[in-house]
């Protein structure tokens, strides 16, 4: 009898093992391009978690007889004019790319979820006051925002973080409000207040799990505008500064005296800028598209 139990519970194992498999292979087929940009977006996770493993070399560590070396067995993408790792440089500045997506992306939606949410629910005087403070940021593109603000704060990795957050909460806001004034109106709204529910856990409770979905698909999407606008800012001199290594800066650095007698300097950062930028926009399309009803019911 344990024999059977035993032989039947490796068979409902298998058989699940077996549907998340299909399961798996059924999304890759239907969203081919979204499980390009999870490979890429994986990859960088991947080579910022372990920069310290792969890259084989300090970023920071010069070498003066080593100074705009070829890529080769020794330097797997060169070096740079000062003799520094460029692969170690590239792969650490994955980390610092991430780090400033995730956590201006993560602080962006923070606010922007709160905001929102007061926005929409409470309405009357504060959604109107809330909404023009919103037009005002909106009227700026996130880059010149960004700008303006990496300049008030001064350059540092804190400081871009926070730069590039202010800019994303009107989107986020916009998108949480628009949800929650549709959702106050529902029955199941109507009835918490019955009972006697308070405001804020109707808020917590009801309201907010239902505005997760739109809000995924933003976050994503946002991420990789996010690392595009880091790269821009330390690009200008006013994100991530030495020397930590940032793609943007590794572009400014070489880009306009180093273009034609050293192209590896130029090409490898813009590539790495490019795939990452690419692959979230590409996840983040995916998503949309998963969590859309219309796209799940096709």
Known sequence: MHGADYEAELTRAGAGIRGAGGHFRHLVRRYPLGAAGAVIVTLLVFAAIFADVIAGFDPTSTDATRTLARPGAAHLLGTDFMGRDLFARIVHGARISLAVGIGSTALGCFFGVVIGLASGYLGGWVDLLVQRLIDILQALPLLVLALVMAAALGPSLENTIVAIAIPLIPSVARVIRSNTLTLRELPFVESAKTVGMSEL????????????????????AQLGAAILTEASLS?????IPEPHPSWGRMLSESAAEYVRTAPWLVLFPGLAISLAVFGTNLLGDAVRDMLDPRQRGG
Request: charged fraction near 10%; aromatic fraction near 4%.
């Open 235 to 239: 690009f200008l001199g006013l994100g």
């Open 201 to 220: 856990r109707i808020v917590l409770r009801h309201i907010l799990p239902n505005t997760m979905a739109p809000l995924i698909v933003l976050a994503t």
